[in-house]
């Protein structure tokens, strides 16, 4: 049986959704500028969850950039390779890559075992 219990952090959480969100808006245009203000979002996104100590979803981790800090979308500003058992990300404004396995069962996370407990979001006080 999964446990309910109501989130700590929500606040948090939710600025870290809305940052995330904005950084990938301006990712998706083209201007230079917007990339600048994708990096600057995703960085205060980063120094946040750092503060809180609240963990960022490894599919989040995998779409920033870990020069620029830039929210990489494949066709506008990264390139993805696929090369045997490995995704190569490259990022088209630093230029740096980075490698990951590309199995489905890679991440604990992706796993049906790893639900410990499920988290209620509902706006109901009880």
Not at 86 to 105: D, G, L, R, W
Not at 107 to 125: A, C, H, M, P, R
Request: contains cysteine; charged residues 20%; glycine residues 2%.
């Amino acid at each position: 049986m999964v446990k309910l219990r109501k989130c700590v952090g929500k606040e948090n959480l939710q600025r870290l959704n809305y940052l995330y969100q904005i950084g990938n808006i301006y990712a998706k245009s083209n201007c230079k500028q917007n990339n600048l203000l994708s990096s600057y979002y995703t960085n205060l996104m980063i120094s946040i969850s750092k503060k809180t100590v609240q963990r960022l979803e490894p599919n989040i981790k995998r779409n920033i950039c870990k020069v620029c800090k830039n929210i990489c979308v494949p066709g506008k500003n990264c390139k993805i390779r696929i090369k045997k058992q490995k995704i190569q990300y490259k990022c088209n404004i630093c230029s740096s890559s980075k490698n990951y396995i590309a199995q489905q069962t890679y991440l604990w996370f992706d796993q049906t075992q790893s639900v410990n407990e499920i988290l209620d979001y509902s706006q109901n006080k009880s």
